[in-house]
């Protein structure tokens, strides 16, 4: 099994940034893909970010330029710097992990870390 532990989320205005931050543990041998989702109240869950075991990446259309996603095999971690924040970005954000980089449905998840953006 693979644990997902996500830090950084937090209250920020409109058009400041926040880094998001998750630290994988146990099997980590096993993660290829990583990435984030968010989930809005109301709203479904979406893929934010992903980056691969070779550091891929794609984003969501909503997000293009504004995010950036990073990882360190190494250390297991992957980041996701949010700048130019809009009260739009305002969800829950989930850190996710599988073995395939390119996953249908991500394995594994952390249990989110709340980002909320005010005007």
Known sequence: QVQLVESGGGLVQAGGSLRLSCVASGRTFS?????????????QRELVAAITSGGVTDYADS????????????????????????P????VYYCVADRSDYPYEY??????????VSS
Do not use: C, H
Not at 63 to 86: C, E, H, P, Y
Not at 88 to 91: I, K, R, V
């Open 31 to 43: 993660i290829n893909g990583m990435g984030w989702y968010r989930q809005a109240p109301g709203k």
């Open 63 to 86: 997000v293009l330029g504004r995010f950036t996603i990073s990882r360190d095999n190494a250390k297991n971690t992957v980041s996701l710097q949010m700048n130019s924040l809009k």
């Open 88 to 91: 739009e970005d305002t969800a």
């Open 107 to 116: 394995d594994w998840w952390g249990q989110g870390t709340q980002v909320t």
